[in-house]
């Protein structure tokens, strides 16, 4: 791996590979509806990993190149198949009991017209009783530290000696979701400091839209499950639709 790929799996991991606090609702989940697991915005395996481990045959779906490789480099004698694809044109010739969509994954993909395309495409690789669990964020508090606003805490790495920082500077909202920015510091051996700046766009989206958006793909809403927030992350609702039985018809 080259230096610039094995940073860009640094930064990701820094910002969210430590993240916990939904993997027990997608155990859960995956225990219900069993195997194959299909996870979406998989990344370098926070998920799919965990479930792997645990005896779940997965499918780990991102448009990463450099995540995916990493992914399948952590995934060895495991059974999972690494798969760079972007959701919206989800064609894997498969269907799975269970499709996951975790950490706002489906308000990255740039609106009701992509989310669209996605969940037309999980609807038709999901099994007649499986269940498509989507986690998403209807709210974010907004600041600007350049308002005065006490920053959140940073996340911070060291690694050969270099200091990874990831400090959060601002959630704006716009006219159709929110932006995310982020300031990365890396500081190496000899102090020599480097920053930029990093956004991430989130569409608007509430789980009333989304049940929406779900049952007009043929899916039938069953549950929504909260996720607690956490000093680092904010909280997510996930909203849980399942395909009904051959012959079924979703509601509304």
């Keep these: 791996m080259i ?13 969210c590979g430590a993240y916990a606090a939904d993997l027990p609702l997608w155990r859960e989940l995956a225990a219900r509806f069993g195997d194959p697991v299909l996870d979406v915005g998989a990344g370098s395996g926070r998920v799919t990993l965990d479930l792997a481990r645990r005896g779940h045959r997965l499918t780990a ?10 992914l399948a480099r952590r995934a060895q004698r495991l059974a999972v198949r690494p798969v760079r694809m972007d959701a919206r044109a989800l064609e894997l010739g498969e269907r799975f009991a269970l499709i996951i969509v975790p950490m706002q994954t489906i308000q990255l993909l740039g609106g009701a017209g992509g989310r669209g395309r996605f ?3 999980a609807a038709r690789h999901l099994r007649p009783g499986g269940a498509l669990a989507i986690a998403i964020s209807e709210r974010l508090e907004c600041f600007d530290i350049a308002d005065g606003v006490a920053p959140p805490t940073p996340d911070l790495r060291e690694l050969d000696g270099v200091v990874y920082c ?36 989130l569409d608007r ?5 989304l049940e929406r958006e779900l049952r007009a793909a043929g899916l039938q809403p069953s549950a929504r499950r909260r996720v607690r927030a956490t000093a680092d992350h904010v909280g997510s609702l996930v909203v849980v639709a399942e395909r009904p039985p051959a012959g079924v018809r979703a509601d509304g």
């Design 166 to 201: 990831s400090q959060p500077t601002a959630v704006r909202a716009t006219a159709g979701g929110f932006v995310l920015e982020r300031l990365r510091e890396r500081i190496d051996a000899a102090g020599r400091r480097t920053a930029r700046q990093d956004r991430v766009r």
């Design 119 to 121: 969940l037309a495409a």
């Design 61 to 70: 779906l991102d448009h990463d190149p450099v995540l995916v490789a990493e």
């Design 3 to 15: 230096a610039a790929e094995r940073e860009h799996v640094i930064w990701h991991e820094l910002e």
């Design 205 to 209: 989206l509430a789980a009333v839209q």
